[in-house]
């Protein structure tokens, strides 16, 4: 029996720091701290293999009892039998405890290494939280990561299945896998579940990625159909034109155009310079300006000079003492399937529906044209920079700003062939405004239209 009893450990009175020992190597450390005095338990051994004087905490008094304290002590004494120092064998435990992470705690962590790491766009980082919190985390959340198998994620996997939401399902075994990556990589779980997995399973087999190209007529109807909608007075904004027309003279991505700031721009020198935490692949970007792409920009100068975004959100931000807003990426998805007649599919809706509010408003000009989204838009313009100008497909994957598939390249390879960049990007303008724009009387200022819809 040692010879500590609670009512001796409540009535010791003591000055500074004093061990009072139980005996067999336990001990109460009672120390004075600014709210008082503090009561720890410790035990007191030598190290088995230097003999020196070594004690390891073991819990506060009266949290760990009299009774437990001395429980502790004596499987530590056990393990000293068996030449196993009792403090480092209780670190690996407490190591193991703090690796014991939910699903949910992995998941949260993963991403706020992506968040500091810099090295992936907060959209991105979003669509994963989303997928994770509208189709994982009910069925994996609580899980111990350590814990899962194949099981429970095919189990969650399935479920998406049965929604016929195929796509979804494919990124989701993504989500999964790079998440788990993260947790190996740390030693926060012994392996990787997801990575025996395959979309196929799930009949989720990536999608053959789209080859659509708008040919030049098509292009023609496009940007007719953009200044007929401005002409007949439709609710569609000037601004909103102007931003799919620079899409199409810049070839760029839509986020990079619909949150163009003026800052970016230097107009007189027909360069739009877009920072790299601008871009999807995080490196700098230079787009050199045709004349149309100019003229164009110049004329929103009226409309949304004075504010911080080119192309301004028709909606104010409130926190920001009502300073504008950019306009979001889908509002330019949402104009494209308008005038096709489509649904928003963007929410997830069907493609090739028409849409109930289309007929008791205008009628859709494109209502007769194949499917195409705002990418294809993209790509309708770099296919023609090689199809029509022959500017040689290392420039067109300059002016896309492709990193390079060969990774030899792209450490080597920093050539950036501005003039060849600048001479392709102008003669492209040059052909959108003789046959696409058909002639340039078709290109009015924003002034003008703003000053005729009036």
């Known amino acids: 029996m040692g010879k500590l009893t609670d ?7 003591v000055t500074g720091d004093t061990l009072l020992a139980d005996g067999g190597g ?3 450390r009672v120390y004075p701290k600014r709210s008082g005095t503090a009561k720890t338990w410790v035990f007191r051994y030598l190290h088995p293999a230097t003999g020196k004087q070594t004690r390891v905490s073991l819990g506060d008094y009266p949290a760990l009892s009299l009774a437990d304290a001395r429980e502790k002590a004596g499987k530590m004494k056990l393990e000293l039998r068996n030449k196993i120092d009792p403090k480092r ?23 706020e290494h992506l968040r500091i790491g810099g090295t992936v766009t907060e959209k991105w980082i979003d669509r994963h939280s989303d997928r994770w919190r509208l189709h994982l985390k009910s069925r994996l959340g609580e899980l111990l990561a350590r814990d899962v198998n194949r099981g429970h994620l095919a189990g969650a996997l399935d479920a ?15 989500t999964l896998n790079l998440m788990l990556d993260y947790a190996v990589n740390r ?11 395959k979309p196929k399973d799930f009949a989720a087999s990536a999608a053959r990625s789209r080859d659509r190209a708008l040919a030049l007529g098509e292009l023609r109807k496009v940007w007719g159909a953009l200044d007929q909608a401005l002409d007949s007075g439709s609710r569609l904004s000037p601004v909103t034109v102007a931003a799919l027309k620079v899409l199409v003279l810049t070839g760029a991505r839509r986020e990079e155009v619909a949150r163009m700031e003026w800052a970016e721009l230097d107009l007189d020198e027909g360069v739009w310079t877009l920072p790299e935490m601008r871009t999807k692949n ?9 004349a149309l792409a100019v003229e164009i920009l110049r004329g929103l100068s009226p409309l949304s000079g004075n504010g911080f975004y080119v192309f301004e959100s028709s909606r104010k931000n409130r926190d920001a003492h009502d300073h504008s807003q950019s306009m979001h990426p889908d509002t330019l998805s949402r104009t494209i399937y308008r005038l096709r007649g489509d ?12 849409a109930v509010a289309q007929a008791d408003s205008e009628p859709a000009p494109l209502a007769e044209m194949e499917h195409f989204t705002v990418h294809d838009l993209r790509r309708s313009a770099a296919t023609a920079w090689g199809e029509y100008l022959k500017t040689p497909p290392h420039i067109i994957e300059r002016m896309l700003n492709h990193l390079p598939e060969d990774k030899l390249v792209a450490t080597y390879q920093r050539a950036v062939y501005a003039d060849e960049q600048r001479t392709a990007w102008e003669a492209w303008g040059a052909l959108v405004e003789q046959q696409i724009a058909r002639e340039p009387g078709n290109v009015v200022s924003m002034t003008a239209r703003k000053a005729k819809r009036a």
Do not use: C
Not at 100 to 109: G, W, Y
Not at 160 to 174: H, W
Not at 187 to 197: D, G, I, K, S, T
């Open 187 to 197: 030693h926060l779980v012994e392996q990787n579940p997801a990575r025996l997995l």
């Open 26 to 28: 336990l001990a109460l």
């Open 7 to 13: 009512t001796k450990i409540r009535n010791a009175k």
């Open 89 to 111: 064998a209780q670190a690996a435990k407490r190591q193991e405890n703090a690796e014991a992470l939910d699903m949910q705690q992995i998941f949260e962590m993963w991403l």
């Open 160 to 174: 998406m299945t049965r929604k016929d939401i195929k796509e979804e399902t494919r990124k989701a075994l993504t």
């Open 343 to 354: 649904e928003d599919n963007s929410k997830g809706k069907s493609k090739g529906k028409k």
């Open 282 to 290: 995080r490196r700098g970007h230079t787009v050199y300006l045709s």
